[in-house]
């Protein structure tokens, strides 16, 4: 692995593959939002600045701060690629945007661990191609706008495990966009930001799936956490992890389907419960939309609280666990099942 001390863009070491214009061959986030009913613009402008770019099989740890000067990051450009980069050991990198599997066909791995942490405006985790973010052992990543499984065929895969490992978002989060999005919160992760989505699409339909597992593991958001906007989304919470949002919006538009999971999904083995939250550590408000919603109960609790302010018309089903339903339910106007 090679490894990338240098904080200048005037090193002649900066990489094995190429620094480009940050204006040359951009085809970037644009392009990839097309579908979207909230385009991401993106100014190309003829700023100095340079793009770090991470292709072919190449390997690259930064361990030192780096700053791209408004420059963006991508990791894996082409098809064929499989690159990966590393940001660890004190490692910082701020770069104007971040594209993991930017060109169809092309794979890249973004690892940010220890005390590494990686700044960047908006983030495309499988932008036409296949995406892999993985934060951990306390490493940190800071977006403003973040998409896993942008376009229609990609994947994205992010992990954020371990005490003290980070993702902040202070816009829009969108898993499962036009592609298929995956994202697992464990170990004691957090993620935060504002608006999160999964399963959002302008007209292709994305898959999004969700799980935020383990004591001290959360995603919290200070608005509206969507599961199924116009795609597929599933968010499951188990094991003392815990999702908060101001309202937790279930398949949201015709078309859509979403699962809120509470242990294990519908079916499964059950597992130890998760928790939701509202607004400033108060009661979950859940609002079924017109698309296909289900609740699924399926824990091994024997005195489990379920204090979660209920409306629409959608599908319960409480499979395994004991389970005391304490919300207010009188806006629901779907249907329940008991089994187990």
Same mark, same amino acid.
């Given at each position: 692995?090679?490894?990338?001390?240098?904080? *200048? %863009?005037? $090193?002649?070491?900066?990489?094995?593959?190429?620094?480009?214009? /940050?204006?040359?061959?951009?085809?970037?986030?644009?392009?990839?939002? %097309?579908?979207? =009913?909230?385009?991401?613009?993106?100014?190309?402008?003829?700023? %100095?600045?340079?793009?770090?770019?991470?292709?072919?099989?190449?390997?690259?740890?930064?361990?030192?701060?780096?700053?791209?000067?408004?420059?963006?990051?991508?990791?894996?450009?082409?098809?064929?690629?499989?690159?990966?980069?590393?940001?660890?050991?004190?490692?910082?990198?701020?770069?104007?945007?971040?594209? /993991?599997?930017?060109?169809?066909?092309?794979?890249?791995?973004?690892?940010?661990?220890?005390?590494?942490?990686?700044?960047?405006?908006?983030?495309?985790?499988?932008?036409?191609?296949?995406?892999?973010?993985?934060?951990?052992?306390?490493?940190?990543?800071?977006?403003?706008?973040? #998409?896993?499984?942008?376009?229609?065929?990609?994947?994205?895969?992010?992990?954020?495990?371990?005490?003290?490992? *980070?993702?902040?978002?202070?816009?829009?989060?969108?898993?499962?966009?036009?592609?298929?999005?995956?994202?697992?919160?464990?170990?004691?992760? $957090?993620?935060?930001?504002?608006?999160?989505?999964?399963?959002?699409?302008?007209? #292709?339909?994305?898959?999004?799936?969700?799980?935020?597992?383990?004591?001290?593991?959360?995603? =919290?958001?200070?608005?509206?956490? =969507?599961?199924?906007?116009?795609?597929?989304?599933?968010?499951?919470?188990?094991?003392?992890?815990?999702?908060?949002?101001? /309202?937790?919006?279930?398949?949201?538009?015709?078309?859509?389907?979403?699962?809120?999971?509470?242990?294990?999904?519908?079916?499964?083995?059950?597992?130890?419960?998760?928790?939701?939250?509202?607004?400033?550590?108060?009661?979950?408000?859940?609002?079924?939309?017109?698309?296909?919603?289900?609740?699924?109960?399926?824990?091994?609790?024997?005195? #489990?609280?379920?204090?979660?302010?209920?409306?629409?018309?959608?599908?319960?089903?409480?499979?395994?666990?004991?389970?005391?339903?304490?919300?207010?339910?009188?806006?629901?106007?779907?249907?329940?099942?008991?089994?187990?």
């Amino acid at each position: 692995m090679r490894s990338v001390r240098h904080a *200048s %863009l005037a $090193s002649t070491d900066r990489r094995q593959g190429t620094l480009l214009p /940050i204006a040359a061959g951009r085809k970037l986030i644009c392009a990839a939002l %097309l579908a979207s =009913t909230a385009m991401v613009s993106i100014a190309t402008g003829t700023a %100095l600045a340079e793009d770090l770019v991470i292709d072919g099989n190449d390997q690259e740890e930064i361990t030192a701060p780096r700053n791209l000067d408004g420059g963006d990051l991508v990791v894996g450009d082409t098809a064929g690629s499989d690159a990966t980069l590393t940001i660890s050991d004190g490692g910082q990198l701020e770069s104007d945007n971040t594209l /993991i599997g930017h060109d169809a066909g092309s794979k890249g791995t973004v690892t940010v661990s220890g005390s590494g942490t990686l700044n960047t405006e908006d983030m495309l985790v499988g932008d036409t191609g296949d995406g892999t973010l993985i934060i951990s052992d306390g490493g940190s990543v800071t977006t403003r706008i973040a #998409y896993v499984g942008t376009d229609i065929d990609t994947s994205g895969t992010v992990t954020v495990t371990g005490t003290g490992s *980070s993702w902040t978002n202070t816009g829009r989060f969108n898993v499962g966009h036009g592609g298929s999005g995956t994202m697992t919160v464990s170990d004691g992760g $957090s993620v935060s930001g504002n608006s999160v989505q999964l399963g959002t699409i302008g007209s #292709y339909s994305g898959s999004g799936t969700v799980t935020v597992t383990g004591a001290g593991s959360s995603w =919290t958001n200070s608005s509206n956490f =969507t599961v199924g906007h116009a795609g597929e989304g599933t968010l499951t919470v188990s094991d003392e992890g815990v999702a908060g949002a101001s /309202i937790f919006n279930i398949a949201r538009f015709s078309g859509s389907t979403g699962t809120l999971i509470i242990g294990a999904a519908s079916g499964e083995d059950a597992q130890a419960a998760g928790f939701l939250q509202g607004a400033d550590g108060a009661a979950a408000v859940i609002e079924f939309g017109v698309g296909d919603g289900t609740i699924v109960l399926n824990h091994t609790e024997t005195d #489990y609280e379920f204090d979660a302010t209920v409306s629409g018309d959608g599908l319960f089903k409480q499979e395994a666990g004991n389970t005391h339903l304490t919300g207010d339910w009188s806006g629901f106007t779907g249907t329940g099942e008991i089994s187990g």
